[in-house]
């Protein structure tokens, strides 16, 4: 199974070519009523569009755009990570999954392939 992540996780790295690279929160969104945008947002190769549409006031579901390194390290491997939590456990679930989840496999798995 680890094996499977790793190389699944491989398949998405990308060497930098001028090691700048800026994730979706840095320009931040626009918001207009339940509908969240970002019109463009710099990716590792170029650049990346951003929507959400909720269907009701209380915000259950998180994503989350990632680009630039993949391990602790900013000389590591870069690539981009997209990351869509459904809320069905209730948005505190899917909020703690957003803040903690890209971190974690940086932690525990990115960095192995940098060894």
């Not at 009701?56 to 989350?64: A, I």
Request: proline share 3%.
């Amino acid at each position: 199974m680890l094996s499977e992540l790793v190389n699944f996780l491989k398949a998405c790295f990308r060497p930098s070519t001028d090691g700048y690279a800026r994730t979706a929160s840095d320009a931040g969104g626009k918001q207009d009523g339940l509908l969240w945008y970002k019109d463009l947002g710099q990716h590792l190769c170029g650049e990346f569009s951003m929507a959400v549409v909720q269907a009701n006031n209380l915000l259950e579901d998180q994503s989350q755009i990632e680009s630039g390194s993949l391990s602790l390290t900013e000389s590591g491997p870069c690539g981009t990570f997209v990351g869509i939590y459904d809320g069905h456990g209730g948005p505190e679930t899917s909020r703690f999954i957003n803040n903690h989840l890209f971190q974690h496999l940086k932690s525990k798995f990115l960095t192995r392939l940098t060894l």
